[in-house]
């Protein structure tokens, strides 16, 4: 006679579900990513639009644009005036690391008067380097705020 094996069946029940288990940790790792960029495109968003509304205040204050980004943290000694913002976001880095780009024109001749706060949504260390007059040309994957 064939002795019974007690718990065998229990064994192939545990394999099912930790198969189981697996195969929808696996769907959702395999969601999680682009979760994770669509976060970060909007992180990019909301701070180009924080950055870009600080220097329109500060131009509209100052009668002129910042010369860089880290000006709009600091109280104008003269007037009294600013900051303009607490801190800029990260320390001026956007979600994938590289800092946050900012030009400048207040040549009225060219028609070019105004400024972008931008960055690329892009993990390559590649930097994006314009000016205000090239500012519709930024790479197709650029997130972009641009103010007069």
């Known amino acids: 006679m064939r002795k019974k094996v007690k718990g065998a069946v229990f064994t192939i029940e545990v394999a099912f579900f930790i198969l189981a288990v697996a195969l929808i940790a696996g769907y959702m790792f ?3 990513q682009p979760t994770m960029d669509e976060a970060k495109i909007q ?3 909301t701070d180009v639009t924080t950055i870009g509304g600080a220097v329109s205040h500060y131009h509209y204050d ?3 644009y910042p010369s860089s980004l880290s000006q709009l943290t600091k109280m104008d000694a003269a007037t009294k005036k600013g900051p303009w913002i607490a801190s800029l ?3 001026n880095k956007d979600p994938w690391g590289k800092a946050y780009g900012y030009v400048y024109d207040t040549n009225e001749a060219d028609g070019n ?3 972008v706060v931008f960055c690329t949504t892009s993990t390559k260390g590649t930097t994006v380097s314009i000016t205000i007059g090239q500012a519709n040309n930024l790479p197709a994957n650029s997130i ?3 103010g007069l």
């Open 62 to 64: 100052m009668k002129k």
């Open 113 to 115: 008067v105004g400024f």
């Open 89 to 91: 976001p990260n320390n």
């Open 43 to 45: 992180v990019a968003i």
């Open 144 to 146: 972009a705020y641009h």
């Open 30 to 32: 395999s969601n999680y």
